[in-house]
């Protein structure tokens, strides 16, 4: 006689799986949270073998010690949470900004109503590629890319996603325009048309340093040591969020002492004599903030309006328009072709990176070019003395 098989009862903590009247299959277990507690979780798939597989998936992931989120975040909602209590006290305010604009204008409106485990790379890609289909560059939609990225590994970190999905979407490969700087000729012919300039001094130093615009515009009398012979960089003047802003420089990097050239000398003597002039038209009315380069008020200058004031002078001069940044680009490409090591360039320049110094190293330098192919076609040439 055979005994009849009694089906096995399932164990505390196995799980269950039921059919719901809609067909559809659920499957339910408890797991620990990230804030360390016992929770309910309910899963649901078209079929039970789904249903199992995606049960079982849940379990194995629950007893490597991975919790499940003791909440379902939207991305729209993590967004704003990554940015007030991650972003803002770890990254630069120039970075928050980024970040903040670009979560705003585009990463909540297309993809923030997703919850966070549900966010797709399907979907991701979809927005990606409809930026732009919309006209927006490839670089921009990079940067959306990029952000989006940043705050799903900060989800990673706490436990709240298993995957960064936009790490795995591709986009066309965005190739950097070709940057040509100032010939010596051409840094001259603009320093001759903006002596007159108020900003001429700060100018002279952005091509003789190859400071930042903002590390020029944020240079304080207590950084230029007089008997030491050194200018100090510290700090820069920025933008942000509609307000005018001193804070520290970019990098440890950024931290750096210059020798005070006799053209700096020169020219710092002149704003010596330019701000005496203000104080006392001012008088009481003038700022003191110990900023080098003001307005006439003593106050700091907008750094839009110095660029500004760039432009200007090179279509007064009739000169080949470059960005104010590329002065940086003319200096370092200066500094090549009198023999610089690149290390040494770096120092100068501030860079956090010697591969920074190196890639505007390449910049395109045709009278270099020139002059290196014509040492070849010299050695070359049988006519000549010394030739093959």
Known sequence: MTTPRRSRRRANGDGSLTRRADGRWMARYYAWTTTGTRKRITIYAPTRQQAADQLRQAQERNRQGIPVPDKTWKLGDWLDYWLANVVVLNRRAATYQLYEITSRLYLKPHLGSIPLNRLSVAKVQSFLNGQIAAGQSVRQVQ?????????????????????????LTELPTWERQPIRPWTPDEARQFLRAAREDPFYPAFVLLLLYGLRRGEVLGLRWQDIDYEAGEIRVRQQIQRLQGEIQAGSVK???????????????????????????????FGLAWTDNGLIFTTRSGRPIDPRNFARSFHRICAGGNL???TLHHLRHTTATLLKNLGVPARDAQLILGHSRLSVTLEIYSHEDREARQQALTKIGDVLNPTLPGGP
């Open 143 to 167: 940067v959306m890319r990029a952000v989006l990225s940043s705050a799903l590994t900060r989800a990673m970190r706490e436990e709240l996603i298993v995957r960064n999905v936009a790490r």
């Open 251 to 281: 990098t440890a990097a950024g931290r750096r002492e210059l020798p005070l050239l006799p053209l700096a000398r020169e020219v710092l003597d002149m704003r010596i004599t330019a701000q005496a002039s203000d104080r006392a038209e």
């Open 320 to 322: 080949r328009q470059i």
